[in-house]
């Protein structure tokens, strides 16, 4: 199955957000803003974050390319 260039530029940024998931450089810090510790708004960020590049792949029609949805093709896997 061949991919287009466009599609496969999703591999690295998914691996980028899954590898910064974790707060790594936020460890051992223990500063406190609006009530709540740094590492707290360092994932809401990042799942702001996620949830915007997510809503730009399934847009890009990445998601229906790989699903194999529209295509005329039957997925790989079939539930059920």
Do not use: K, T
Not at 5 to 22: K, Q, S, T
Not at 43 to 49: I, K, Q, R, S, T
Not at 52 to 74: C, D
């Amino acid at each position: 199955m061949s991919r287009s260039r466009r599609d496969l530029l999703w591999v690295p940024v998914f691996a980028i957000l899954v590898a910064f998931a974790v707060p790594w450089p936020l460890w051992g810090v223990d500063y406190v803003v609006a009530g709540l510790p740094v590492w707290i708004w360092w994932h809401v960020g990042w799942l702001g974050l996620c949830s915007l590049l997510f809503s730009r792949f399934v847009a890009s029609g990445a998601w229906e390319r790989g699903m194999g949805v529209g295509s005329g093709r039957e997925p790989a896997v079939e539930g059920g």
